[in-house]
């Protein structure tokens, strides 16, 4: 990324920096924790030996165990979790609504819809199709709301409500898919709840193309996105053409959220907590915390779904119904201290 | 094998983490074949840690002499008594909790959340997997039971049972099959879910020539179990009411005192019968008992 420097600042950057990489080593040791904890104890000196190479590494049920079902698992959670997260962050800019949230624009609907489509039609290999279904209808639904909000963002709110209709509209079929296939209501209802317990190889793959080239398309803009705080006159006088912009700043976004909602179902509030928690320890507007933003975000991810895994344990818990468990009591605490501070 | 692409990534310790997998295939002379729920199973020897994650799986293995094989049973498989109940979880099964109690064979419910993903993750961990899919009628039962007989060892145990129960289902029938149809309503819960002829328990009523007023309602689910109308469910005047939810506090009581119940000619004979908990819906050796309990719930009913 080129260094155009705008922020004459040099303490502030330094600091800045630092929580960067307080961020990175977090997320490390979240990761370290999620291949270590399991409802199968494993000798940890073995799972780092395993990881790095080293003589000495796990063999048979154990490795396969770590290297095939924990390690795509906690590279999958934290992948989701980066993209929520800074799609989150990049939405809340761009509509300059500190509610906003990856789901906005009909995205959840439309990808609902799609894997209720999948479940609900497909006999055998339900879950192979489920993650293209489930992305084309989400990415479908939210061209779908750019196409009726007509001028795409002469006026945001147009955005937000023809997101909003259609988003209803995506969840009025979804439930009559599921009214006529009662078969279907479990499986649809645990993905809307969020899992990543279909995490392999080949998910982790894919997603992780989709998901780190949106992440590096919103950092290489991150610096423009503050402009977008100012009015789009103000934009335009320091060169930035405000609407290109926003197009591609959504579209990157919608991206890293539809990808993330196709391999591990609609997992909440992560696109709101993080953004906002970051915000509150740099006291940044958004965009120059973003990758510190994604690493956060995937280390939330990383520990609800070790939460996931284990506090149930020998079930599964439904990783959604942790986020928003510490989610939205946090995001609550943040409304109030922030009403208090004014 | 490279499993990646070594992309640049944002996250460095996608990068650090990155290593070379192997993975081994094996093979036995004396492997066993099991088809099931539509999978095929492949066993070098016979099972003694068994894990069942289904109900009904747990009965038939009880019932065909398997029991002693059995070193866990999920959190709903409560018969027989015997049985090692434990917390894990049949509908949402947690693949490392599974291999922590090392089985050599887990039996899995096609119906449950992520079945295929979880089949996978377990046969990657070399313990082999039997799918269980919920029949569709009574041969699909008896195939299940023949299924678990041939994984288990028990081929000769499993069709004594399946005899058994063949024998003892048709000698109820034959007294018990009314000669003229009587209409009747299963309800799975008070807000009129039901089950049509195209079901398993459907087949059950069929059987004794009992007519299922939710036939009309076919189609509006695919795979059988419509949510009726109330309205419809009034003119449609059943004269009999089967709950399957009785054990959630439904009864004569409750369902009289809906609004339009009390012209129905079941309300008014009192034809409301309360199904038996569980046993509707465990499709093993104890089918021969839900057919002996309709048999005496409309046994005076004409």
Redesign the interface.
């Known amino acids: 990324m080129s260094e155009q420097n705008q922020t004459p600042m040099p303490l502030s950057r330094m600091w800045s920096w630092r929580i960067t990489f307080a961020a990175?080593l977090i997320?490390?040791l979240v990761?370290v924790m999620g291949l270590s904890f399991?409802?199968?104890s494993i000798n940890f000196q073995r799972i780092l030996r395993?990881?790095?190479?080293l003589p000495g590494s796990l063999e048979g049920?154990d490795r396969?165990?770590l290297?095939?079902?924990?390690?795509p698992r906690v590279?999958l959670a934290?992948?989701v979790g980066?993209a929520l997260a800074t799609s989150g962050a990049v939405y809340q800019s761009v509509f300059r609504n500190p509610l906003a949230d990856p789901y906005l624009l009909g995205t959840a609907a439309g990808a609902g819809l799609g894997a209720t489509l999948a479940i609900?039609s497909s006999h055998?290999?339900?879950?192979?199709l489920l993650p293209l279904f489930s992305f084309i209808g989400g990415v479908l639904a939210v061209l779908v709301t750019f196409f009726i909000s007509g001028r795409f963002f002469a006026e945001p709110n147009s955005l937000l409500l023809s997101g909003i209709a259609v988003g209803s509209f995506a969840t009025a079929i979804q439930t009559y898919l599921q009214?006529?296939?009662?078969?279907a209501l479990?499986?649809v209802y645990?993905w809307i709840l969020g899992?990543l317990?279909?995490a392999?190889?080949t998910v982790v793959?894919w997603s992780?193309?989709y998901i780190?080239l949106a992440?590096?398309v919103l950092?290489s803009i991150s610096k423009q996105l503050d402009g977008l705080m100012l009015s789009d006159e103000e934009s335009f006088s320091l060169g930035i053409n405000p609407n290109r912009l926003r197009v591609i700043a959504v579209l990157a976004a919608t991206l890293a959220t539809a990808t993330a909602v196709s391999a591990s179902g609609l997992i909440g509030f992560v696109g709101i907590v993080v953004p906002h928690l970051v915000r509150g320890i740099t006291h940044r507007v958004t965009n120059r915390s973003l990758?510190t933003i994604?690493?956060i975000g995937?280390s939330f991810l990383v520990l609800a779904d070790l939460g996931a895994?284990t506090l149930l344990?020998?079930?599964?818990l439904p990783i959604g119904v942790i986020t928003a468990f510490v989610g939205a009591p946090f995001f609550l605490f943040v409304l109030r201290r922030k009403r208090v501070s004014q | 094998m490279s499993?990646?692409?070594k992309?640049r990534?944002?996250?460095?310790?996608?990068a650090?983490?990155l290593?070379?997998?192997t993975?081994s295939a094996h093979a036995d002379a004396h492997t066993t074949i099991v088809k099931s729920g539509?999978f095929t199973t492949k066993l070098s020897a016979i099972p003694h840690r068994i894990i069942s994650l289904s109900p009904t799986a747990t009965e038939n293995l009880f019932a065909i002499g398997a029991g002693p094989q059995v070193i866990a049973v999920d959190s709903l498989s409560n018969f027989p008594k015997n049985a090692p109940m434990?917390?894990?979880?049949a509908?949402?099964?947690?693949?490392?909790?599974?291999?922590?109690k090392k089985p050599d064979l887990v039996i899995l419910s096609v119906?449950s959340?992520?079945s295929?993903?979880?089949r996978?993750?377990l046969e990657?961990?070399?313990i082999p997997v039997l799918m269980e899919k919920a029949p569709l009628q009574l041969a699909d039962a008896y195939a299940e039971i023949l299924a678990i007989g041939q994984a288990t060892g028990k081929v000769v145990a499993a069709k004594a049972v399946i005899a058994k129960m063949k024998n003892a289902i048709s000698r109820i029938l034959a007294s018990a099959r009314k000669s003229t149809p009587i209409s009747f309503f299963h309800e799975l819960d008070s807000t009129l879910?039901s089950a049509t002829s195209e079901t398993f328990i459907g087949h059950v009523y069929s059987d004794f020539n009992l007519v299922n007023i939710a036939d009309k309602a076919q189609g509006?689910?695919?795979?059988g179990?419509?949510?009726l109308s109330a309205e419809y469910l009034v003119t449609a005047n059943p004269q009999i009411v089967f709950l399957a939810d009785a054990q959630y506090g439904e009864n004569m009581k409750t369902v009289s005192n809906r609004p339009g119940w009390s012209g129905i000619d079941a309300v008014k004979n009192v034809h409301v019968i309360s199904l038996p908990d569980d046993i509707p819906s465990r499709w093993g050796p104890r089918l021969v008992d839900f057919y002996s309990f309709i048999a005496g719930a409309i046994k005076n009913i004409n």
Request: hydrophobic share 45%; charged share 15%; glycine share 4%.
């Open positions: 990175a997320l490390l990761v399991g409802p199968i395993t990881l790095l190479g049920q396969t165990l290297l095939y079902l924990r390690l590279i934290g992948l980066a609900t055998a290999n339900i879950y192979s009214q006529r296939h009662s078969n479990r499986p645990s899992e317990t279909a392999n190889w793959r992780a193309i780190l992440i590096a950092i990758a994604a690493m995937a895994r344990s020998p079930a599964e | 499993r990646f692409t992309s990534s944002l996250i460095p310790i996608v650090i983490l290593v070379p997998f993975s539509g434990s917390k894990l979880s509908f949402t099964p947690n693949v490392e909790a599974l291999a922590a119906d959340t992520n295929g993903a979880t996978k993750a990657l961990l070399k879910y509006a689910d695919a795979s179990y419509p949510q």
